[in-house]
C-alpha cells in the first residue's frame, strides 16, 4: 500500500514533468494505469493539466504521512518553482502547498536552506487573495529564531501592519497575529514610523 | 463574482464562497466518482464557521441544526439575513466547537438534498476571531508535531529554558522574547509540548477510522478532507474487548493502561499495539506503582472507586449483597487477566487492515 501511494505520487509527477515539457498526447502514456487520453468533450489545455496536478500535490501535502514521498519526489523544489510563474492559479496552489507542509521540521529546513523565504515574502504582492494570506500564514511557519530575520524583515512588518488594516478578516486576523506573535514591539513600532514617511513598500492585494 | 476586500464585514459575499464549476478534464486514473473542482484546502480557508446556502425557506432552522449537529457538538448557528440568497432560500452560519466536526460535517453536507434543495456548505473563516484564526493555527501546529513526532525538541533542547517555559503558554509563542537571552539554544516555535486533554473527538462513526490512510484515486474523499480524521484515530479505549467478553456494566472501565493518556496520535493500527506492548514492557520497569501479582500493567489514572459497601439492614440481604460484590470483583479480575492474553499476540492483529491501493 505505501508503495501503491508513492507510485500514484510519482505518476502525478511524471505527468507534470511531461505536460510541461512536451504536447498533450504524451501525457497519459507514461502515466500509471491510464488506458487512453481523456475521452472527456471539453478540450483542456496544457495549463489546466498543470494546475489540477498541482492542486493534487499542494492537497496531498496537508497530510503528514506523504511528507516523506513528496521529499523524495522533490516536490518542495516543484512548489517553489512555482512561485515565480506567470499563472497566478500556479503559484496560488504552489504557496498554499508550501503552506501546508511547512510545519514539519524537516520540510521547513529544506524550505529554508532553498533560500525560499524570499520569493513567498513577493507573494505578499500578488493580487491572488489565496495567495497572500497562504503566504503570510507560510512565513509564520517558517519563523524560528535564525529564520525570523529574514521572515520579519521590515519590509515584511510594514506589510502586515497595513494588511492588518484590510476590510478582509482573514488577511487582518492573520497579519494581525503576525504582528502579535512574531514580531517584537520595536519592531512593529519602527515600521509604524517607518510608513508614516514613505508610501514605499508592498502592495495591497487588487480587490 | 465577488471582490475578495469587499468591505461589506464578514457577512459580505466572498470569492471563496463561489462554488466553482466542476472540473470535466481530469485524466482517467484520477477521476473519482464525483465530478470535483480544482481547490486547494489550506488551514486557512478551513474554519470551525460553516456558511449553507440553499436552505429552503421553509423554517426549518431546527431541523437543519439538528442534522448538522450529527456530525459533532455546535457552537453558535443563526440565519444570515444580509447574506444574498436564491429566491426562497436562506442562508446559515453554523459554528462547531472543533474544526474536525465541521470539517466532517462539510464534506457530508455539501451537495445534500435538505427539504427539496440543494445545500451548498463552504467554510466561513471570514467570522472567526483574532483569537480563533490563532488558536486554529496553534491546533494545526501541535497536528503536524504529533503526526511527525517532532513534539520533543522543545524539551530536549532547552533544559535552562524556564524563561521560555513561562513564555510558552496557552496564548502564543513569542519568539522574539526568548531568542535574544538564549542565543545558542535552537529554540524553534514549531516545537510545543502537547497539552494533556487535547482531544480531537468527534462524532464521527468509528467504521471510518481506517481510512485516515490516504491512498486511492478511485477514493471517494479529497486528501485534505481524509487528513481531517487523523485525529480521531484509532484511540485505544477499553472496549477493545478480545473474544467478546463482556465485563459487567458497573465495571465498564478496566484498568487497562490508556496508552497515550488521552492525546491521541496518528498511527497505523498495528504500530498502535507495538507501542502499547512496548509501553507495557517500559511499565513493567517500574512495577512498583500498585498492581497485583502478575498483572502486567501499569495504572495510570484515577483508580476505580470501591463499591460503596451497603448495610441493608438484614442479614440475608447483607449476606446476598457480599456474594454479589466477591461475584463481581472476580469478574472483574477476571476481564483484567483475559484483557492482558491478547497482548502477547499482539503482532498479529485481529481485525485485518484495510488496505487501499
Known amino acids: 500500500m505505501e508503495l501503491g501511494r508513492l507510485e500514484y505520487l510519482q505518476a502525478l509527477v511524471t505527468e507534470f514533468q511531461v505536460t510541461d515539457s512536451t504536447g498533450n498526447e504524451r501525457r497519459c502514456s507514461l502515466a500509471l494505469s491510464v488506458s487512453s487520453v481523456s475521452s472527456h468533450a471539453q478540450p483542456f489545455s496544457l495549463t489546466e493539466a498543470r494546475e489540477q496536478v498541482l492542486a493534487n500535490l499542494a492537497n496531498f501535502a496537508y497530510d503528514p504521512s506523504n511528507y516523506e514521498y513528496l521529499r523524495q519526489l522533490q516536490v518542495l523544489d516543484l512548489f517553489l518553482d512555482m512561485l515565480t510563474e506567470d499563472n497566478e492559479t500556479l503559484v496560488e496552489f504552489a504557496i498554499g502547498g508550501l503552506c501546508n507542509l511547512c510545519l514539519d521540521k524537516t520540510n521547513k529546513e529544506y524550505i529554508l536552506e532553498a533560500n525560499g523565504v524570499e520569493p513567498i515574502i513577493n507573494c505578499l504582492s500578488s493580487s491572488n487573495e489565496e495567495t497572500v494570506v497562504s503566504a503570510v500564514t507560510t512565513l509564520m511557519f517558517l519563523t524560528t529564531p535564525q529564520s525570523r530575520v529574514q521572515t520579519t524583515a521590515l519590509p515584511v512588518v510594514e506589510c502586515m501592519l497595513r494588511f492588518s488594516l484590510s476590510a478582509n478578516t482573514r488577511l487582518s486576523n492573520l497579519a494581525s497575529i503576525f504582528l502579535q506573535d512574531y514580531c517584537s514591539p520595536p519592531q512593529v513600532e519602527e515600521a509604524r514610523n517607518l510608513s508614516k514617511h514613505t508610501a514605499v513598500g508592498i502592495p495591497l492585494p487588487k480587490d | ?317 447483607n449476606t446476598s449483597a457480599t456474594l454479589i460484590r466477591n461475584k463481581l470483583k472476580e469478574v472483574a479480575d477476571s476481564v483484567s487477566t483475559s484483557v492482558k492474553k491478547p497482548e502477547s499476540s499482539s503482532a498479529k492483529p485481529p481485525v485485518k487492515q484495510r488496505r487501499r491501493i
Not at chain 2, 42 to 52: A, D, H, K, P, Q
Not at chain 2, 156 to 180: C, I, M, Y
Not at chain 2, 200 to 224: E, I, K, R, W
Not at chain 2, 282 to 300: A, H, M, P, Q, R
Request: charged share 25%.
Open chain 2, 1 to 317: 463574482k465577488m471582490a475578495a476586500g469587499s468591505s461589506g464585514g464578514p457577512g459580505a459575499p466572498c470569492r471563496h464562497h463561489a462554488q466553482l464549476g466542476a472540473c470535466e478534464t481530469r485524466a482517467k486514473y484520477r477521476e473519482g466518482w464525483r465530478p470535483r473542482a480544482v481547490k486547494v484546502y489550506t488551514i486557512n480557508l478551513e474554519s470551525r464557521y460553516l456558511l449553507i446556502q440553499g436552505v429552503p425557506a421553509l423554517g426549518v432552522m431546527k431541523e437543519l441544526v439538528e442534522q448538522f449537529a450529527l456530525y459533532g457538538a455546535i457552537e453558535e448557528y443563526h440565519a444570515l439575513d444580509e447574506y444574498p440568497a436564491e429566491q426562497f432560500t436562506e442562508v446559515y452560519l453554523i459554528k462547531f466547537k472543533k474544526l474536525q466536526c465541521a470539517r466532517v460535517a462539510k464534506k457530508k453536507m455539501d451537495e445534500r438534498s435538505f427539504f427539496g434543495s440543494l445545500l451548498h456548505v463552504c467554510y466561513a473563516p471570514e467570522f472567526e476571531t483574532v483569537q480563533e484564526t490563532r488558536e486554529k493555527l496553534q491546533d494545526r501546529r501541535r497536528y503536524i508535531a504529533k503526526a511527525t513526532n517532532q513534539r520533543d525538541c522543545f524539551v530536549l533542547k532547552n533544559v535552562e529554558g524556564s524563561k521560555k517555559t513561562a513564555s510558552k503558554n496557552s496564548e502564543h509563542d513569542r519568539p522574539w522574547s526568548t531568542s535574544g537571552s538564549h542565543a545558542a539554544s535552537n529554540w524553534d516555535p514549531s516545537c510545543f509540548t502537547t497539552a494533556p486533554g487535547v482531544s480531537h473527538n468527534t462524532a464521527y462513526p468509528s467504521g471510518n477510522q481506517n481510512q485516515s490512510l490516504l491512498t486511492s484515486p478511485h477514493y471517494d474523499n479529497s486528501c485534505a478532507e481524509i487528513s481531517g480524521y487523523f485525529g480521531q484515530n484509532t484511540s485505544l479505549t477499553p472496549s477493545v474487548h478480545p473474544g467478546g467478553h463482556t465485563p459487567p456494566a458497573s465495571l465498564m472501565q478496566p484498568r487497562m493502561v490508556p496508552a497515550y493518556n488521552g492525546i491521541d496520535r496518528f498511527m497505523p493500527r498495528t504500530t498502535h499495539l507495538q507501542e502499547r506492548k512496548r509501553k507495557r514492557e517500559e511499565g513493567n520497569k517500574f512495577s512498583l506503582i500498585g498492581t497485583s501479582e502478575d498483572n502486567t500493567e501499569v495504572v495510570i489514572g484515577p483508580q476505580l472507586p470501591e463499591i460503596p459497601k451497603v448495610d441493608m439492614d438484614d442479614e440475608s440481604l
